[in-house]
């Protein structure tokens, strides 16, 4: 069973509402995980309970469940409203822009993300959804320069320019924070990135590349219609006489 199933079978008959299709789509997805994270958490403030221990313990087999769990447990509901909007743009561009193979690259980079901090993370609990954003967000930046794709670079400089301290996260600087979790799943999107560059996308493009494309094709017309340079003086020469 196909996950994204919304192409049309015969390429003849075109849907005239493919693109609002996957555009609710692609909305639907990372909704539904920011709604499970805020689940998630309400639940654990209201029941008194610590979900911590679904968490990533590196090393430990106890905490290998945290590769599928600890994306969606955090610490504070700060820690939860900073990886929300993040999450839900990365999210939402990998289902748009990459189509047939998004949820490949996602659920990869998911992986990833979580299996390196439990091979190389500290010993303590590692929680939250950061480890993916920051796969997802270098992902798409490499992503971008490979494929020299401007729509893509401006994504990661709109969500570095939300998620202020993405930089910084991939240094050992707060004793609090698992860096490892920021460096290891960059690294992730950054190798991801490289590995699906083989794969064809939708290019899209500003109405501005549209236009100087147009100009480009319009020079060119004019000069394969001149293909002798002296001809055309010699008739420019013809006509003033």
């Known amino acids: ?56 313990y590196p090393l430990q087999p106890e905490g290998l469940k945290g590769i599928i769990f600890s994306p969606f447990l955090h610490s504070d509901f700060n820690h939860l409203i900073s990886n929300s909007i993040p999450f839900f743009i990365l999210l939402f561009a990998i289902i748009y822009y990459y189509r047939r193979i998004s949820y490949s690259i996602f659920f990869v980079l ?23 954003i920051y796969a997802m967000a270098a992902f798409h930046f490499v992503s971008g320069i490979i494929r ?9 400089v709109v969500v570095v320019f939300l998620y202020g301290g993405l930089i910084w996260g991939i240094f050992p600087i707060d004793p609090r924070i698992s860096w490892e979790g920021h460096l290891w799943g960059a690294v992730s999107g950054i190798v991801m990135a490289f590995y699906y560059s083989k794969y064809k996308i939708r290019r899209f493009k500003f109405d501005w590349e549209e236009e100087d494309e147009e100009d480009d094709d319009d020079d060119k017309d004019k000069s394969a219609g001149n293909d002798d340079p002296d001809e055309s003086f010699k008739t420019e020469l013809q006509n003033d006489q």
Not at 114 to 121: D, E, I, P
């Open 110 to 132: 998911y992986f990833l993300s979580g299996l390196t901090v439990w091979l190389a993370g500290r010993p303590s609990w590692h929680i939250g959804a950061s480890g993916v």
């Open 1 to 56: 069973m196909k996950i994204f199933n919304y192409y049309p079978s015969d390429p003849k008959k075109p849907d005239p509402d493919i693109e609002k299709k996957i555009f609710f789509h692609s909305l639907l997805i990372p909704a539904a995980f920011v709604v499970t994270f805020w689940i998630v958490k309400i639940i654990e403030q209201t029941t008194s309970l610590s979900f911590v221990k679904f968490g990533i």
């Open 148 to 156: 020299n794709d401007v729509r893509l670079l401006t994504i990661s």
